[in-house]
């Protein structure tokens, strides 16, 4: 499996930026699907934005206009950088690559907490 490594939370205050970073262990990541989740406390899991290998971008509509999803596969890299921050997009981040053998080959990161207060 490949290995994630998230990095980038951390406290903003509403309206702030935070980007984001999803560092994968082999090369091979260029060719995944590359998911960033969120979770807040005592809610479900939600896509915050969706990359594919090919560059498309996927956004639910609480996030579109605000949030971008990014990749440099030369890196390995994924980002997510956030903008408009408000407190409702307070959450712990996941990373998230889609084997293309299947779900049960899928990676998650370990997770990264973004708070947005004043």
């Known amino acids: 499996q490949v290995q994630l490594v998230e990095s980038g939370g951390g406290l903003v205050r509403p309206g702030g930026s935070l980007r984001l970073s999803c560092s994968a262990s082999?090369?091979?990541?260029?060719?995944?699907?590359v998911d960033w989740y969120r979770q807040a406390p005592g809610k479900q899991r939600e896509l915050a934005a969706s990359i594919t290998s090919g560059g498309s971008t996927v956004y639910p509509d609480s996030v579109k206009g605000r949030f971008t999803i990014s990749r440099d596969n030369a890196k390995n890299t994924v980002y997510l950088q956030m903008n408009s921050l408000k407190p409702e997009d307070t959450a712990v981040y996941s990373c998230?690559?889609?084997?293309?053998?299947?779900?049960?080959?899928?990676?998650w990161g370990q997770g990264t907490q973004v708070t947005v207060s004043s």
């Open positions: 082999v090369s091979i990541f260029r060719i995944y699907t």
């Open positions: 998230h690559a889609r084997n293309p053998l299947g779900a049960k080959f899928d990676s």
